[in-house]
């Protein structure tokens, strides 16, 4: 080749990567090694008060009146305990855009990082997309909204508008969340318990079942529940982690409903699977499956099975309180 062609086919093939470059960057490609931006505290707020707002004008619609505060006075919240009341509101907004569209929602996923504000963008976002099909099925329009995002909101006051989110939501549902609901949240935080017992004890990591009682209102499970939410926060403090530190104190737990008792299951779910995630070696939990109808009693028992789970798990930690850097070595 002469020279000059050379030169040509040089510049040619300079010209076409420099096109390619240009038409990179108009499409808005991203060079994978760089961060996307973090998702604030605030945007997910603004985007809670947009579900919020939908949650309620649908509830007008239907003459529905929904709840008008949360159920939990907590302190010390971070992104896991939001993150698994996303969960449940996910869950429960593609119950109800079914009840009224008949359509399929996708399987919620729940195997992202239990950590990261933007997995609970990706859920908010789906929970918006479900609302918004319910509107358009009826013809109600959005309401306008400020588009400015509030600033200086608080992990807290995020963790509470997600479980106002949760009750008024509830409100609206065909048919509310039953005790088989709550029975099969527990049963998950039964999973992971199990998961951490087979790495940092001994025997049987499954309890037998309390014997079985009775006449249980959703009350006496809550106050179960309670119950095992104080074992793990004294499990956390001898073990030197950080967990919510939940407010139950001169609150009656008379008037509280089986949407209520799932909400503070999800959370004691959410601090056992932070547990779960200090030991390195842990497995997953096994899946759960659907158990059909179940009352009060019945999820009674099984919080009773969670309960004996916890009181072994803390005379391990009493034993042992350096039992997490422990159970990272294979038994």
Same mark, same amino acid.
């Given at each position: 080749?002469?020279? &000059? &062609?050379?030169?040509?086919?040089?510049?040619?093939?300079?010209?076409?990567?420099?096109?390619?470059?240009?038409?990179?960057?108009?499409?808005?490609t991203v060079n994978a090694d760089e961060p996307t931006p973090a998702v604030s505290v605030d945007h997910l707020y603004a985007r809670m008060v947009r579900?919020?707002?939908?949650?309620?004008?649908?509830?007008?619609?239907?003459?529905?009146?929904p709840h008008e505060s949360p159920a939990f006075v907590v302190r010390?919240?971070?992104?896991?305990?939001?993150?698994?009341q996303s969960l449940v509101l996910l869950r429960f907004t593609n119950r109800f855009a079914f009840d009224h569209t008949r359509k399929l929602c996708p399987p919620v996923d729940t195997?992202?990082?239990?950590? &990261?504000?933007?997995?609970? &963008?990706?859920?908010i976002g789906e929970t918006l997309q479900r609302l918004s099909s319910i509107r358009e099925?009826?013809?109600?329009?959005?309401?306008?909204?400020?588009?400015?995002?509030?600033?200086?909101?608080?992990?807290?006051?995020?963790f509470e508008s997600v479980v106002l989110a949760n009750r008024k939501l509830n409100a609206l549902l065909d048919v509310p969340i039953a005790p088989g609901d709550v029975f099969e949240q527990v049963t998950v935080g039964i999973g992971y318990t199990s998961r951490i017992l087979e790495q940092s004890a001994v025997g049987q990591v499954m309890p037998s079942p309390p014997n079985f009682e009775p006449n249980k209102k959703p009350a006496d499970v809550y106050a179960r529940l309670l119950g095992c939410l104080r074992t793990i926060q004294r499990i956390a403090e001898k073990s030197g982690l950080e967990i919510l530190e939940l407010d139950s104190s001169d609150r009656g737990f008379n008037n509280v409903q089986p949407g209520d008792v799932l909400n503070l299951a999800s959370l004691v779910v959410s601090e056992i699977a932070y547990l779960?995630?200090?030991?390195?070696?842990a497995l997953p939990p096994r899946e759960v499956y659907s158990t059909g109808r179940k009352f009060p009693a019945h999820v009674y028992q099984r919080v009773g099975i969670l309960e004996r789970q916890l009181q072994r798990l803390d005379e391990v930690v009493n034993a042992d309180p350096h039992w997490l850097s422990a159970g990272s070595s294979d038994k």
């Open positions: 080749m002469e020279p &000059d &062609d050379r030169a040509r086919h040089l510049l040619l093939l300079a010209a076409i990567l420099l096109c390619g470059f240009f038409r990179i960057a108009s499409t808005g579900v919020h707002s939908d949650l309620e004008t649908i509830a007008t619609f239907m003459g529905r009146t010390n919240v971070g992104p896991r305990e939001v993150y698994f195997s992202a990082e239990s950590d &990261d504000y933007a997995e609970i &963008d990706r859920l099925l009826y013809g109600i329009a959005g309401a306008t909204l400020n588009s400015t995002e509030a600033s200086g909101v608080t992990p807290v006051e995020l779960h995630s200090q030991l390195p070696n």
